[in-house]
């Protein structure tokens, strides 16, 4: 059972950056397509940027230029870096495996991130 450790958010001010990192156990997480998801309050979780295991990357519009997917698969560790940071991309942040429409694994506890203007 792969169990997925989001870490790393915080309160930084509009401009600032954080690095986020999606720790899992299990040997599968490297071979599978992973995704960083955020869910405002009141608002439904919505993809942010994913990345194969070869490390071809996509991201939403709202992010692109601002953040950057990567990831370690020796160290079954997936990264998003967040630059220039607005006070909406505030959220929560978790990873995922996308599986169609459903997912891989459990979700984990997530990593809060709060952008204050």
């Known amino acids: 059972q792969v169990q997925l450790v989001e870490s790393g958010g915080g309160l930084v001010q509009a401009g600032g950056s954080l690095r986020l990192s999606c720790a899992a156990s299990?040997?599968?997480?490297?071979?599978?397509?992973i995704g960083w998801y955020r869910q405002a309050p009141g608002k439904q979780r919505e993809l942010v940027a994913t990345?194969?295991?070869?490390?071809?990357?996509n991201y939403v519009d709202s992010v692109k230029g601002r953040f950057t997917i990567s990831r370690d698969n020796a160290k079954n560790t997936v990264y998003l870096q967040m630059n220039s940071l607005k006070p909406e991309d505030t959220a929560v942040y978790y990873c995922?495996?996308?599986?169609?429409?459903?997912?891989?694994?459990?979700w984990g506890q997530g990593t809060q991130v709060t952008v204050s203007s």
């Open positions: 995922n495996a996308p599986r169609g429409g459903n997912y891989y694994y459990g």
């Open positions: 990345i194969t295991s070869s490390g071809s990357t």
């Open positions: 299990g040997s599968s997480f490297s071979f599978r397509t």
